[in-house]
């Protein structure tokens, strides 16, 4: 029900945009969030963003490089990332959520993740 593309290898300082297209259902009311896992590492909250957009939630690690949006009329997500750095290499998920939150129980639905790869 959530798809997420966007992924790539991309070089340090480099730019990519993810997406994550929500099917079969709305998640208009839904709260929405990315996450990342690296080799050997937990998942870990990237960004989350409210129903109507009108709050987020950034990591420390990606505040300022990242920007986090939603188009409900498109049932879409999106998460811009700039200035990449070698240490965001890892499978990117999103997930939907009722609850707002950056703890993986907080959400109930999940994507099947898109890799990104930041060489240095």
């Known amino acids: 029900q959530l798809q997420a593309s966007g992924g790539g290898l991309v070089q340090a300082g480099g730019s990519l945009r993810l997406s994550c297209a929500a099917s079969?259902?709305?998640?208009?009311?839904?709260?929405m969030g990315w996450f990342r896992q690296a080799p050997g590492k937990e998942r870990e909250f990237v960004a989350g963003?409210?129903?109507?957009?009108?709050?987020?939630r950034y990591a420390d690690s990606v505040k300022g490089r990242f920007t986090i949006s939603r188009d409900n009329a498109k049932n879409t997500m999106y998460l811009q990332m700039n200035n990449l750095k070698p240490e965001d290499t890892a499978v990117y998920y999103c997930?939907?959520?009722?609850?707002?939150?950056?703890?993986?129980?907080?959400?109930?639905?999940w994507g099947q993740g898109t890799l990104v790869t930041v060489s240095s």
């Open positions: 079969g259902r709305t998640f208009s009311s839904y709260t």
């Open positions: 963003i409210r129903w109507n957009g009108g709050s987020t």
């Open positions: 997930a939907a959520g009722r609850v707002v939150g950056t703890k993986i129980a907080a959400y109930d639905y």
